[in-house]
């Protein structure tokens, strides 16, 4: 493998790209959402003083939302669109690799939705100036946005080599991002719906006056679902991945003052078994719910563990198209294209 070769084929992709007039209303689509949402997020944390936290919290999951949307359509084709136009056969019979070509295509798959974090820069710097986000919260949070981008690109890049007809693993490449996002959480919701248990809940017994009887309790059977079963299939969700590996920061109170730390809070509650209820108002003093930052500290993060399993998706699929695009070719599937 050559750099010179991977940079030549990242720049033939990009330079195609960019000759489409379609790029750049994109583009401009995109600078216009998040100028719109910067307003909105500005306006909904106006209450707190550390409104650039929740700002940045929200236009950075933004980010990922329209790259995870718009990564497979460019990056779904990258392999069987240019086979279909027959000019990667003419490529193949150069001095290039196919790990070059393969890598190039990488390459400028990442460079389009990096394009995004790049359009994104400047709406992340005026939601900073509000104050609240904390230097470790940027550079992770912009480390895993980055990561996302590059398994998106792999997943569609090895989707392209894979799959014969471009339509097709446009497809596919949604079908596996829309595993990754909706159907993680569509799989958590009816887990745990299904795997239910019976919970006991115990208030004191009021008379015919509607005084307290101090001296029985009154029990109430119920059916609870046991979400902290499946909570694990959130783990490989590219949302929950970024908000549960962004450091959390919370407010005097112990609760979070931006989204990374309000999706954390939500996934990390998840892992807690249903304890029993129990209302006395004959106690001298109520016992209080633990706060947001006790439960984050006493749950397991799970944030590495789903990196994981989307880098094993992207890695698999990325390699299954290399040996797919490795000439001589042994065996090419029925209908392909070679010159």
Known sequence: MSLTHIGTIARLELTQRLRSAGWYILIGIFAVILLIITGLAFAVYSYTAAAGAGVYSIVVNVVLLLVVLVSPTLSGNAVNGDREAATLAAIQVTAVSTGDIMLGKLLAAIATGGAFLVVALPFLAFSLIGGGASPATLAVSLLILAGEIIIVAAIGVGLSGLIARPLFSVAATYLVVAALTIGTVIGFGLGGTALRTETTSYSRVYDSAGNVDCDRWEEYAYETPRFDRVWWMLAANPFVVLADATPTVFDAHGWPVDLFGQ?????????????????????????????????????????????????????????????????????????????
Do not use: H, N
């Not at 129990?278 to 993060?301: F, H, L, N």
């Not at 590495?304 to 599937?333: D, E, H, S």
């Open 263 to 339: 999706v954390k809070y939500g996934v990390r509650s998840a892992q807690l078994p249903p304890v029993e209820q129990r209302w006395d108002e004959c106690a001298p003093t109520m016992t209080t719910s633990p706060t947001a930052q006790q439960i984050i500290d006493r749950t397991v993060p799970s944030w590495f563990v789903g990196l994981g399993i989307q880098v094993v998706i992207a890695g698999g699929l990325f390699a299954g198209a290399w040996a797919r695009t490795r000439t001589p070719a042994r065996m090419l599937p029925p209908g392909t294209r070679i010159a």
